[in-house]
């Protein structure tokens, strides 16, 4: 992921409590957010949950029912699209399919009115850059999807926005080529300072590319943090759920101290013992989401009484770099333990039906109140 140092002097997107109605129907509702200079910004959320619709209003293509957009200051509210420092790269590359590559890129600035020189040395800056210059006569298709993939970057870089919106720019690569392609936008964005905005469905993605993410259900913004915070501390059930895969236990809360907390967990037959707080009512009823890869799993009982459970091993599915064990617990709930295959001898492996104890540091799980 690209954890890069955000200067969070230079605000560069405001947006302002904006809401979209289509109708009735609320598309975007009351989002306030702020994308800094040279951050990858990744809108991720479910199909239909308003990330293209906000995309959209960044653009200038929907202008919002309320509230405000500002781009480096300026209200955008009276500024059509072709007059915002933005561009927008779309989820189908909107190629020209009877124009080279070369040609595709050079559209938009022929447009602009620049001279003839002026145009084929920027063309050709930019297919060097995307390494794309020995395909500069090619029509796309007769380009990978990769390729096509990079001359839509290139045609929406080559007019220099200050801002480049990409509506899921990786949706139509396979994933070997996804992933390849994702370091090399990083790369890109890293080169030329643009401020990428980008809209995805994609967990991984948003997670391998993204200085923060804003994570969106049915038209709101509800986390906004960097891959990590989002990943070790969601705020919500939502949120856990969303990235990547968690066991979600429910509880009751039975203390709570300002550097601890512990909750009554009938369904892991144990007390949880959290070594961070949270704030909430006494006896309230919560969450505790616990992720797969931070539960240990071992043969033998480990000292102490909290944060242990047992069970028995019911699946086993071999991923490769990992294993996922599926455990039964006495109260019949299953659980999800990955743990990584460093081992290459496969004999002292825990194999179906061994009884197991499963276990966690204090730091592991995070209390969820909503
Ligand atoms: P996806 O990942 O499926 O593209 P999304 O999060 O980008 O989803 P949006 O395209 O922003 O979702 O749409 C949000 C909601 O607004 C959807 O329920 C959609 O049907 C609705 N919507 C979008 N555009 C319009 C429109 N022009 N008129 C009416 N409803 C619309």
Redesign the pocket.
């Known amino acids: 992921m690209a954890e890069k140092t955000i200067d969070r002097s230079q605000e560069y997107v405001r947006i302002e409590s904006v809401t979209k109605r ?2 009735d ?1 609320v ?2 509702d009351n989002v306030s957010l702020n994308i800094y200079k040279g951050e990858i910004f990744c809108l991720l ?12 209003m960044l653009a200038g293509f ?1 202008a919002p029912t309320s509230g405000r957009i500002l781009i480096d200051g300026q209200d955008m509210a009276s500024t059509p699209p072709y007059e915002r420092p933005v561009n927008m790269m779309f989820q189908s590359y909107a190629l020209f399919p009877h124009m080279s590559v070369e040609r595709n890129v050079a559209f938009g600035l022929e447009q602009e009115g620049l001279t003839k020189a002026e145009v084929s040395n920027r063309v050709a800056d930019m297919l060097d850059i995307v390494k794309l210059g020995e395909f500069a006569r090619r029509k796309p298709h007769q380009l990978s999807g990769g390729q096509r993939q990079r001359v839509a970057l290139a045609r929406a870089l080559v007019k220099r926005p200050k801002i480049l919106l990409l ?2 720019p990786l949706g139509a690569l396979d994933k070997k080529l996804r992933e390849h392609t994702q370091f090399e936008l990083i790369n890109l964005q890293e080169r030329l300072g643009v401020t990428f905005v980008v ?1 995805t ?1 994609d967990q991984e993605e948003a997670m391998t590319l993204a200085t923060r993410i804003g994570v ?1 259900n049915k ?1 709101q913004i509800v986390q906004v943090g960097t891959p990590t915070d989002i990943y070790e501390f969601p705020n919500s059930r939502f949120v856990a759920d969303f990235i990547g895969s968690v066991n979600i236990f429910e509880g009751q809360l039975i203390e709570d101290e300002p550097g601890h907390v512990r909750i009554r967990c009938p369904e892991l037959d144990t007390t949880v013992f959290v070594s961070h707080g949270i704030s909430s009512a006494p006896d309230a009823k919560v969450s505790v989401a616990i992720r797969p890869e931070k539960i240990e799993m071992t043969r033998g009982a480990p000292e102490g009484a909290e944060n242990l459970t047992r069970g028995i091993v019911k699946e086993i599915a071999y991923m490769g770099d990992m294993s996922v064990y599926l455990v039964k617990l006495d109260s019949g709930r299953m659980v999800r333990v990955t743990i990584p295959n460093v081992e290459r001898h496969a004999d002292e492996r825990i194999v179906w039906d061994e009884a197991v104890h499963l276990s966690w540091h204090a730091s592991s799980p995070v209390v969820l109140s909503q």
Request: charged content about 20%.
């Open positions: 289509f109708g129907f598309a975007v959320g479910g199909s239909g949950c308003g990330k293209t619709t906000l995309l959209r929907e509506d899921e809209v469905h969106m038209g």
